[in-house]
């Protein structure tokens, strides 16, 4: 027991002595790592210090002195700011608005000017000459641009699916299908008319209503050839409201190779000049579905010229070439024998066209451009002193000069005098020449 007892005795010295130098080791190692440490330059801190010092408005941090005033301004236009996300915020701003009206009357004004300029040499020239001989030399020589014979071969071919057979379609011009369809008929001219840069349009006749064959070509006319707007030049009485629906459906319409979707109609008010159906022309197997807005102008009577409403012509007239349809896209005129009106109503926009880019119009270039690319265009001399009528009505209302405005009413007044006589001089031929024709049948 005593053995056991000095082992455990040893065992506990030795420990004791163990501990105490494992103590002093740990001890130096960390006084020499607190001198290290005191030696080596102190890294800045990763988060600024926030010690407050109080004394008035200012505080005191890391990075620098605030003021409480500009901290309470800081929160005052947070405040604000959330308030001002918080109200509707309008779609067009005033000074926006402002800024697109100002636009739209400096175009209106420059407009005006270029018309007005023009319409003053135009006035005192027209006082100086006789009107009437110089209407009649001028018609003469569109009236003798006859069609030959060869260069419509085409249409020799297909004229039962033409209105009439005096009306000729020249092969030249005459408008094409899509693709390769090569055996495509109908009786439409594309002309190239003398505006800046060039616009296209179509004259072309109403489709027959008793053939399936000619409506299926008109509309795959409107899809092939990307018409978006078509003047329908009527009376009227010309046809009525079921005649116009077997044209221009009121719903969905299915031909063999195209379908045509009727979307909407805009009738005829006071803002809105003439009646608008707007249809969807869709060729079967085929993605595009483009858009075509039929104009109703129900203001000109077969065979005659318009005696009232010339302010309504005019205004038509002058949206033939305005810039909402495509570059690509062209627009069409059209009426039963798409030849005497709707060369006569083209040669007046086109006159307009000339008046709104600072040009004096010659309406015997004009008149000989459309007769040379459609055949029977301006089909009597009514006609085209009528178109003259249209560009004169324009430009007075486009005047801001009174004595000006004053002139040009005159002259529209003697183009409205002799227009109604030659008008009287047809009707009499014609009714004349029936006659002959009916004794010579029986």
């Given at each position: 027991?005593?053995?056991?007892?000095?082992?455990?005795?040893?065992?506990?010295?030795?420990?004791?002595?163990?501990?105490?130098?494992?103590?002093?080791?740990?001890?130096?190692?960390?006084?020499?790592?607190?001198?290290?440490?005191?030696?080596?330059?102190?890294?800045?801190?990763?988060?600024?210090?926030?010690?407050?010092?109080?004394?008035?408005?200012?505080?005191?941090?890391?990075?620098?002195?605030?003021?409480?005033?500009?901290?309470?301004?800081?929160?005052?236009?947070?405040?604000?700011?959330?308030?001002?996300?918080?109200?509707?915020?309008?779609?067009?701003?005033?000074?926006?608005?402002?800024?697109?009206?100002?636009?739209?009357?400096?175009?209106?004004?420059?407009?005006?000017?270029?018309?007005?300029?023009?319409?003053?040499?135009?006035?005192?020239?027209?006082?100086?000459?006789?009107?009437?001989?110089?209407?009649?030399?001028?018609?003469?020589?569109?009236?003798?641009?006859?069609?030959?014979?060869?260069?419509?071969?085409?249409?020799?071919?297909?004229?039962?699916?033409?209105?009439?057979?005096?009306?000729?379609?020249?092969?030249?011009?005459?408008?094409?299908?899509?693709?390769?369809?090569?055996?495509?008929?109908?009786?439409?001219?594309?002309?190239?008319?003398?505006?800046?840069?060039?616009?296209?349009t179509i004259l072309a006749q109403l489709p027959l209503i008793d053939n399936a064959e000619s409506l299926e070509?008109?509309?795959?006319?409107?899809?092939?050839?990307?018409?978006?707007?078509?003047?329908?030049?009527?009376?009227?009485?010309?046809?009525?409201?079921?005649?116009?629906?077997?044209?221009?459906?009121?719903?969905?319409?299915?031909?063999?190779?195209?379908?045509v979707n009727h979307r909407k109609t805009l009738p005829k008010t006071d803002d809105q000049l003439n009646n608008?159906?707007?249809?969807?022309?869709?060729?079967?197997?085929?993605?595009?579905?483009?858009?075509?807005?039929?104009?109703?102008?129900?203001?000109?009577?077969?065979?005659?010229?318009?005696?009232?409403?010339?302010?309504?012509?005019?205004?038509?007239?002058?949206?033939?070439?305005?810039?909402?349809?495509?570059?690509?896209?062209?627009?069409?005129?059209?009426?039963?024998?798409?030849?005497?009106?709707?060369?006569?109503?083209?040669?007046?926009?086109?006159?307009?066209?000339?008046?709104?880019?600072?040009?004096?119009?010659?309406?015997?270039?004009?008149?000989?451009?459309?007769?040379?690319?459609?055949?029977?265009?301006?089909?009597?001399?009514?006609?085209?002193?009528?178109?003259?009528?249209?560009?004169?009505?324009?430009?007075?209302?486009?005047?801001?000069?009174?004595?000006?405005?004053?002139?040009i009413e005159k002259i529209i007044a003697q183009f409205e005098t002799f227009a109604c006589a030659m008008m009287?001089?047809?009707?009499?031929?014609?009714?004349?020449?029936?006659?002959?024709?009916?004794?010579?049948?029986?």
């Amino acid at each position: 027991m005593e053995r056991k007892k000095s082992k455990t005795n040893l065992l506990q010295k030795f420990a004791e002595k163990f501990k105490k130098k494992k103590r002093s080791k740990s001890a130096s190692m960390s006084r020499e790592r607190g001198s290290e440490m005191s030696r080596r330059p102190r890294r800045p801190s990763r988060s600024a210090s926030k010690t407050k010092v109080s004394g008035g408005n200012k505080e005191v941090t890391a990075k620098g002195i605030k003021s409480k005033e500009s901290k309470e301004k800081k929160s005052s236009g947070k405040k604000k700011k959330k308030e001002k996300e918080n109200l509707p915020t309008p779609a067009k701003t005033p000074s926006t608005m402002a800024l697109r009206r100002t636009d739209s009357q400096m175009e209106v004004s420059q407009n005006n000017r270029c018309v007005e300029k023009q319409m003053k040499i135009w006035i005192d020239s027209l006082e100086k000459m006789d009107i009437r001989k110089m209407l009649e030399t001028e018609y003469e020589g569109i009236e003798k641009m006859n069609a030959e014979a060869d260069k419509c071969q085409v249409f020799e071919k297909k004229m039962n699916q033409c209105s009439s057979e005096f009306i000729e379609l020249l092969d030249a011009n005459r408008v094409k299908g899509g693709g390769e369809d090569k055996d495509f008929f109908y009786h439409g001219s594309v002309l190239n008319c003398l505006t800046t840069p060039p616009k296209t349009t179509i004259l072309a006749q109403l489709p027959l209503i008793d053939n399936a064959e000619s409506l299926e070509s008109f509309w795959l006319m409107v899809a092939t050839q990307k018409i978006q707007r078509i003047y329908v030049l009527a009376g009227e009485e010309e046809f009525d409201k079921e005649q116009l629906s077997d044209y221009f459906p009121d719903d969905f319409k299915e031909h063999k190779t195209i379908r045509v979707n009727h979307r909407k109609t805009l009738p005829k008010t006071d803002d809105q000049l003439n009646n608008q159906l707007y249809y969807e022309v869709v060729p079967k197997d085929c993605a595009e579905a483009p858009f075509c807005m039929i104009e109703i102008c129900d203001f000109w009577d077969d065979g005659r010229v318009p005696v009232k409403d010339y302010g309504r012509i005019a205004t038509t007239a002058a949206s033939v070439f305005d810039s909402d349809i495509d570059a690509d896209a062209s627009c069409g005129i059209v009426s039963f024998y798409g030849a005497g009106r709707t060369g006569a109503f083209l040669v007046g926009a086109l006159a307009i066209e000339k008046l709104r880019s600072g040009e004096q119009p010659n309406y015997k270039d004009l008149g000989t451009c459309v007769r040379s690319q459609r055949p029977g265009a301006i089909e009597v001399l009514s006609q085209y002193i009528f178109s003259h009528t249209i560009g004169l009505t324009y430009s007075m209302k486009h005047c801001k000069d009174a004595g000006l405005k004053t002139r040009i009413e005159k002259i529209i007044a003697q183009f409205e005098t002799f227009a109604c006589a030659m008008m009287a001089e047809e009707e009499e031929e014609d009714s004349s020449s029936n006659a002959t024709n009916t004794n010579t049948c029986e």
